[in-house]
């Protein structure tokens, strides 16, 4: 893969106002933390299959999450979020590119940046543009965060320093990634082992999950200079997993355990366990049925209009799972290297889920991806809710 340390154009302010979202017009304003949002019970929550098996209906209880507050409002498309350890938190805007900074306690939303070298697809009903954000494990010391984001011509993985409220000059450590208009992965995690996992989509071409050869339709992992890491099961290559149709969420357990959120075709949502070097099929076999052909079968899957999963995370047994088209957020039971008992919450009540994520204090964050040009914005779209877990 071709790796280049040169710089990427860094632009000022952008601000938002009276853009259309289906043709109705709307205008935007950025907001800190506001009166809390309505914790009703989800009306008709569905569950998706464990294995096979199906799951159960839960019934919203005191120890059920509960939307406690909402964090912010108007934002556009949110995509990648990540905290520092005193509890701040950066945010990226898919569309507009933006890079925001919300301050604890009271999270007020500053922009800090915007990568310009980005290119949305999603005035066009797309997927590409500034997408996955992780922050370096040691940023005391270096000041870094990671960026995963769609050019015109590749997708690519940059870092930037962040200091005294600025971002600096975006320097590129992977690129020619292949992108396009759907399915470019771009979620960012670092490891327990200190070292960078992304994924990546297949483009829409299916073959390209298969291909070692290509980055397309895989996990990988990294140094945070962009080589290949240390102990990667195939010699000299980024490549941790292959098989993949399209990668958003990826989430490290309290073992150490890697777990991703996969899009389906038409049939079958899944949720992983990925080994390195493993193969999940895609696209010779989507959902479970494909060991036999030494392949790695999903711990769960839904059907694709109860999911569409992106963000995963992590916390006390328990992976939680945020879907867009299914609109709502999942609960997934985790015990060792098995998965189960999926359940889900808020159905329907704030439209389509992107990013879920813990904050420092054990609060589950969790934005909503209503402006994305696909969803139904409702006021004050888009917004990060505060959950009580």
């Not at 397309?216 to 080589?227: C, E, H």
Request: hydrophobic share 35%.
């Amino acid at each position: 893969m071709r790796r280049r340390a040169f710089a990427l154009a860094l632009t000022g302010a952008l601000t938002l106002a009276g853009c259309s979202q289906g043709g109705n017009e709307s205008t935007v304003t950025i907001t800190g933390t506001s009166p809390a949002a309505p914790t009703t019970a989800p009306s008709d929550p569905t569950t998706g299959t464990s294995s096979g098996s199906p799951g159960t209906s839960p019934t919203q209880s005191p120890g059920d999450p509960q939307v406690v507050d909402t964090i912010a409002t108007g934002l556009q498309a949110p995509w990648g979020l990540d905290f520092f350890a005193n509890g701040d938190a950066i945010v990226t805007e898919r569309d507009t590119r933006r890079v925001l900074l919300l301050k604890a306690p009271s999270y007020d939303v500053r922009e800090v940046g915007v990568i310009s070298a980005a290119v949305p697809t999603g005035d066009r009903g797309g997927e590409a543009g500034l997408l996955g954000v992780a922050i370096s494990p040691d940023y005391a010391r270096d000041r870094m965060i990671y960026f995963y984001l769609s050019t015109a011509s590749d997708n690519r993985i940059v870092k930037a320093s962040l200091e005294n409220g600025h971002l600096g000059t975006p320097t590129v450590i992977l690129d020619g990634i292949p992108n396009g208009v759907i399915h470019d992965g771009g979620r960012l995690e670092f490891g327990p082992d200190g070292y960078l996992y992304a994924s990546t989509g297949e483009t829409g071409q299916g073959d390209l999950a298969q291909d070692r050869d290509t980055l397309a339709g895989k996990i990988l992992r990294i140094t945070t200079d962009g080589d290949p890491a240390p102990g990667n099961p195939f010699k000299g290559s980024e490549i941790w997993s292959y098989g993949h149709r399209n990668i958003q969420g990826l989430a490290f357990d309290d073992q150490g355990r890697l777990w991703a959120s996969e899009f389906g075709d038409r049939t079958f949502d899944e949720l992983n366990l990925i080994q390195p070097g493993g193969n999940y099929g895609w696209p010779l076999v989507e959902g479970t049925g494909g060991t036999d052909q030494g392949f790695i079968d999903p711990q769960v899957t839904w059907a694709t209009d109860e999911a569409s999963p992106s963000g995963l995370a992590y916390a006390d047994g328990h992976l939680w799972l945020a879907a867009l088209r299914g609109a709502r957020l999942w609960r997934v039971d985790v015990d060792g290297d098995t998965a189960g008992n999926p359940q889900a919450f808020f159905v329907g009540e704030y439209g389509r889920m992107r990013t879920v994520a813990f904050a420092p204090d054990g609060m589950l964050w969790l934005t909503t991806s209503n402006r994305d040009n696909r969803g139904t914005p409702q006021a004050g779209d888009d917004r990060i809710l505060l959950i009580r877990p």
